[in-house]
Nanobody
């Protein structure tokens, strides 16, 4: 089992940056690819990014490509999401999740374990 705890959210002005962290417990962190999702009020949970188990492969939603960067440090059991050039439409609760495989990587059902989320608010 993997327990995930996100941190690093907050309030930032448009154009600013934030770095989210997701700390994992357990010795099996490196055996999971990891994803980031977000959910705005009244909207469905939306795929943001995914990173492979060793970090050699990354994938981004078109809406964040070129602005967000996902990375991981398996020695620290942590995955990161660096968010630059933030826009008001990036406002959401951001979740990290452990990839269990199966359905396409953009589908939340693919992910086995989830954190509690961290709020990101971007003011205009």
């Amino acid at each position: 089992q993997v327990q995930l705890v996100e941190s690093g959210g907050g309030l930032v002005q448009a154009g600013g940056s934030l770095r989210l962290s997701c700390a994992a417990s357990g010795r099996t962190f490196s055996s999971y690819a990891m994803g980031w999702f977000r959910q705005a009020p009244g909207k469905e949970r939306e795929f943001v990014s995914r990173i492979s188990r060793r970090g050699g492969s990354t994938y981004y939603a078109d809406s964040v490509k070129g602005r967000f960067t996902i990375s991981r440090d398996n020695a620290k059991n942590t995955v990161y999401l660096q968010m630059n050039s933030l826009k008001p439409e990036d406002t959401a609760v951001y979740y990290c999740a452990a990839d269990a495989g199966g359905v396409p990587i953009t589908i939340p059902d693919r992910y086995e374990y989830w954190g509690q989320g961290t709020q990101v608010t971007v003011s205009s």
